[in-house]
């Protein structure tokens, strides 16, 4: 069964960056898609960044140019750079692998989040 652990979530200033990690157990990524996603309080959870199993990248506007998802199949990872953080970015972030090698949408299986606080 697979499961998928993130981390680097934290604390950090307006204009900062954090690295999320997306480590997964018990079966291999490289044949999904892995998407990023997150949800504030009171909001509905949005997409954030897809990227597929050949390495296509898509991003949601509010994050294009700030944020960068990328993958290490050796590692059995995802990753989620975020730099220019703004305080609109406070949210929990998910990473979910998707159901097939192109498509993030409605992801068979989620991690339990991490916690990131932009704040001064």
């Known amino acids: 069964q697979l499961q998928l ?3 680097g979530g ?10 999320l990690s997306c480590a997964a157990s018990g079966a291999t990524l490289d044949a999904y898609a892995i998407g990023w996603f997150r949800q504030a309080p009171g909001k509905e ?8 199993s ?6 949601a506007d509010f994050v294009k140019g700030r944020f960068t998802i990328f993958r290490n ?6 990753y989620l750079q975020m730099n220019s953080l703004k305080p609109e970015d406070t949210a929990v972030y998910y990473c979910g692998r998707g159901r097939n090698f192109l498509s993030c949408a ?3 299986y989620w991690g339990q989040g991490t916690q990131v606080t932009v704040s001064s």
């Open 54 to 59: 050949g390495g296509v990248t898509t991003y």
């Open 10 to 19: 934290g604390l950090v200033q307006p204009g900062g960056s954090l690295r």
């Open 106 to 108: 409605t992801p068979a």
């Open 73 to 78: 199949n050796n590692e059995n990872t995802a």
């Open 5 to 7: 652990v993130e981390s």
């Open 45 to 52: 959870r949005e997409r954030v960044s897809c990227i597929t």
